[in-house]
């Protein structure tokens, strides 16, 4: 069982800076990728961004060239959320997963709340 941490989230005036947090525990061997979901009041969860263990990294177009995730080093299995010049529709539950086979394990969500 993987168990997830997320931390970082908070309050932060639009155009300002904020990085999320997650760290991995448990039965880490079934990790092939983390990343962020994130999800606005009244709205599904939705896709931010992904890192393969390779460093490979994806991102929604609603967040690219704003957001930058990344892994802490190769022997940890923490990873950050870097988020610029947010936007008030950046607001919302962020949630760390990690993936393994189609399988995907959740944390317990940080709230991000964009102020305008």
């Known amino acids: 069982q993987v168990r997830l941490v997320e931390s970082g989230g908070g309050l932060v005036q639009a155009g300002g800076s904020l990085r999320l947090s997650c760290e991995a525990s448990?039965?880490?061997?079934?990790?092939?990728?983390m990343g962020w979901y994130r999800q606005a009041p009244g709205n599904q969860r939705e896709w931010v961004a992904s890192?393969?263990?390779?460093?490979?990294?994806?991102y929604a177009d609603s967040v690219k060239g704003r957001f930058t995730i990344s892994r802490a080093n190769p022997r940890t299995y923490v990873i950050y959320l870097q988020m610029k010049d947010v936007k008030a529709e950046d607001t919302g539950v962020y949630y760390c997963?990690?993936?393994?086979?189609?399988?995907?394990?959740w944390g317990q969500g940080t709230q991000v709340t964009v102020s305008s």
């Open positions: 448990g039965t880490t061997s079934r990790i092939d990728g």
């Open positions: 890192i393969r263990l390779n460093g490979f990294t994806q």
């Open positions: 997963y990690s993936a393994f086979r189609g399988h995907n394990s």
